[in-house]
């Protein structure tokens, strides 16, 4: 199964950012079946978090700049941000390191769930 999904890195390489500091997401769209990812696109945005105070109204924006994704992954999220995306339908991971070590993870995840899911 396909699925889009949202990495904030600041390079295009490593699961780095904390979401509300994310100023570009990287849309890539990851094939469960062969655990293969294609780049589709990058996203910019402005920060929402400033120290340890953000704005709730830029918070859901940013869950709807995104929300045609399925999954998120980032190095840090907070409650704020994760119902924002929640809203939108859309989970949150944190899962920092390589990007394509972290789809990897991801996409194991979802297959065990889905197999869970079915017991």
Known sequence: MKYKIAV???DGKVVNQHFGRAEVFYIVEADSMDTAFTYE????TVPVCKGQE??????KAVAVMLE?????L???IGAGARAALDQNNIEAFEL??????????????????KLLIEI
């Open 74 to 76: 980032v190095s840090r």
């Open 8 to 10: 904030a890195s600041t």
């Open 96 to 113: 920092p390191g390589y990007i394509e070590d972290s789809i990897r993870k991801l996409l194991a995840y979802i297959e065990v769930r």
């Open 41 to 44: 696109e990058s996203r910019k």
């Open 68 to 72: 045609d994704c399925d999954y998120i």
């Open 54 to 59: 953000h704005d709730e109204t830029q918070l």
